[in-house]
């Protein structure tokens, strides 16, 4: 990869990171199935009308957005606002990979052998350490909605993979549209309309920062980013990045939250972001086949994974 492509790789996972940190900030302005509904809402619009039609079918659009905006986020949010840590959020999250690998080998039967195995129970021990300190030390409610989070995550990473969507931009904006009538709705049943418009009334800089951060630049420009990468560089090259994700994350809690790191939750760092990486290594290639004897036509036969 070029230097600067590394450079934004890194700032990606960057804002990523720190991405938990500010929807920290805005739970303590908005319901978190409004905020969430508020995030995807901001995060198409006006986005929608330029990134052009969408490129993937209806169906996936729609799985994705269901699966992604509404579980997957809905599930963190409400976490977090149940005492869940943001830093610890942002490393348990990445345990998706491994719900990553067991859904694709139940829908495309794909095989998890040799490493990648080894990978997930190290993954699965890191996550064991994190539930066991995080239950003597905080809400185990919230710690298990974030599990629950990671592995609606990795329902749709198999989901966009069966989309094989051309251009990320395109389809994380379209993606946005889907989850915010129904995070709406879930909003007003359980959160109350009296509590959304509270929150809304009383919006200040904070609140409204924190929504323009979480939405256009967490979301559009962090997808955007990512899926230019994606679209310039192998994905075995690109991927490795997003394990700084949670690097950023703990470290930005611990220094603008105070959130403390102890050394049970250092060691689940180290399970999990090792076991991910030992899960996310590229699988091996065929042997290579016997050289025809004749040149033949080239076919342009190579896919983006």
Not at 61 to 66: F, Q
Not at 214 to 223: D, K, L, P, R
Not at 245 to 273: H, K, N, Q
Request: aromatic content about 8%; hydrophobic content about 60%; glycine content about 10%.
């Amino acid at each position: 990869m070029r230097p600067v492509h590394i450079l934004l790789a890194v700032l990606v996972t960057a804002v990523w990171g720190v991405n938990f940190v500010v929807i920290d900030v805005g739970l303590g302005h908005f319901p978190p199935l409004l905020f969430s509904a508020l995030r995807f809402l901001v995060a198409a619009l006006p986005a929608v009308f330029f990134v052009g039609r969408p490129k993937v079918a209806w169906k996936w659009i729609v799985a994705v957005g269901l699966v992604l905006g509404v579980a997957k986020f809905g599930l963190l949010f409400i976490g977090m606002s149940q005492g869940m840590p943001a830093g610890l959020s942002s490393l348990v999250l990445q345990v998706q990979a491994v719900f990553t690998a067991v859904v694709a080998t139940a829908v495309l039967g794909e095989r998890i052998v040799g490493v990648r195995l080894l990978g997930m129970g190290v993954a699965l021990a890191g996550i064991v350490v994190a539930g066991v300190d995080e239950g003597t030390s905080g809400p185990l409610l919230g710690f298990s909605l974030t599990v629950g989070a990671a592995a609606c995550w990795g329902v749709s990473n198999v989901l966009t993979r069966k989309a094989a969507p051309p251009d990320a931009l395109n389809f994380m904006v379209w993606v946005s549209v889907v989850p915010v009538l129904p995070l709406l709705g879930l909003s007003l049943l359980f959160e109350g309309p009296a509590r959304d418009a509270d929150a809304l009334a009383g919006l200040d800089w904070s609140g409204a920062g924190a929504l323009v951060y979480v939405a256009w630049i967490s979301t559009v420009f962090g997808f955007g980013a990512w899926g230019m990468l994606l679209r310039r560089y192998p994905a075995s090259s690109v991927a490795p990045f997003s394990l700084l994700v949670p690097v950023f994350g703990m470290s930005s809690a611990a220094l603008l939250l105070g959130e403390p790191v102890t050394a049970p939750r250092w060691c689940a760092a180290a399970l999990l972001v090792g076991g991910v990486a030992l899960t996310s290594l590229p699988r091996r290639s065929a042997a290579p086949a016997a050289p025809r004897p004749r040149a033949q036509p080239v076919e342009a036969v190579s896919r983006v994974r």
